[in-house]
């Protein structure tokens, strides 16, 4: 593989991952999410956003480093596990932050998290690197998964 085909392959991972953050970030924090009872624990909402561009920065390197060891052939299980994970990432802040629907998106989001589980162990067994660089998106959707199951529960 040559540098301008690798310098190509990670654009196009930062693109793809990026443009599904893009679409999650169509649905924003608004009056009804501040007008929630939320725990103490509760990050403020300045805090989402740089979490979530490391988070999406990561991702897409471990596609990336994925791709470029085994190409789309040989890591087409992986790869689109990684494409779902994204789709059902989009999806969490559709039925949260766009449906309002707490108890439909925890569900969903416990869905996501097997998905990344999944995507964690199919991406180390291709390259290690690429599973452990998806471990800390694991441990935020896990503490987002408490936040939202916490939400629903306040807020009935």
Do not use: C
């Amino acid at each position: 593989m040559t540098a301008t085909q690798s310098a190509l392959g990670l654009a196009a991972a930062l693109i793809i991952t990026f443009g599904a953050a893009y679409v999650g970030s169509s649905f924003p924090v608004d009056d009804w999410y501040d007008a929630l009872s939320k725990p103490p624990w509760n990050p403020p909402n300045w805090l989402f956003g740089p979490v979530w561009g490391v988070l999406y920065l990561l991702m897409a390197i471990a596609a990336w480093l994925v791709w470029r060891q085994n190409g789309l052939a040989g890591a087409a299980i992986p790869l689109g596990l990684f494409v779902l994970q994204l789709v059902l990432n989009g999806a969490w802040s559709w039925l949260f932050f766009g449906r309002h629907t707490l108890g439909v998106a925890f569900a969903e989001i416990v869905v996501l998290w097997v998905a990344i589980l999944g995507t964690i162990i199919a991406f180390w067994r291709m390259n290690p690197t690429s599973g452990i660089l998806l471990v800390p998106y694991l441990l935020w959707v896990t503490f987002a998964a408490v936040l939202n199951l916490t939400l629903w529960r306040l807020n009935p």
